[in-house]
Nanobody, 125 residues
Framework: QLQLVESGGGLVQPGGSLRLSCAASGRLLDYYAIAWFRQAPGREREGVSQIITIDGSSYYTDSVKGRFTISRDNAKNTVCLQMNSLNPEDPPIYYC??????????????????WGQGIQVTVSS
């Protein structure tokens, strides 16, 4: 099972930026896609963005389009999420997750069988 470790979280002011990294213990190319999810206390986890490992094509949920950018480095087995224009309404816990197989992009959480430990992103002045 691929192990994932998120890093790069922290405190940022509204309108600020952070870059999250997801380091995988194995080859990204052994998986169809890697995605980022996020969660607010008491709320369900929601999909943020997905990247197809073989060609780098990306998919975003509407609320982050134009603000977030996902990227991957297959040589380093790392997926990053650049987050700009953060606001306090953005849920604070971010997870990365692998999707073993697939044919079409999807942020349906049921397609992802496990997640990293999560990392905190706090947007506050």
């Amino acid at each position: 099972q691929l192990q994932l470790v998120e890093s790069g979280g922290g405190l940022v002011q509204p309108g600020g930026s952070l870059r999250l990294s997801c380091a995988a213990s194995g080859r990204l190319l052994d998986y169809y896609a890697i995605a980022w999810f996020r969660q607010a206390p008491g709320r369900e986890r929601e999909g943020v963005s997905q990247i197809i490992t073989i060609d780098g094509s990306s998919y975003y949920t509407d609320s982050v389009k134009g603000r977030f950018t996902i990227s991957r480095d297959n040589a380093k087995n790392t997926v990053c999420l650049q987050m700009n224009s953060l606001n306090p309404e953005d849920p604070p816990i971010y997870y990365c997750a692998p999707r073993k197989t697939g044919w079409v992009p999807s942020l349906d959480g049921s397609l992802y069988t496990y997640w990293g430990q999560g990392i905190q992103v706090t947007v506050s002045s």
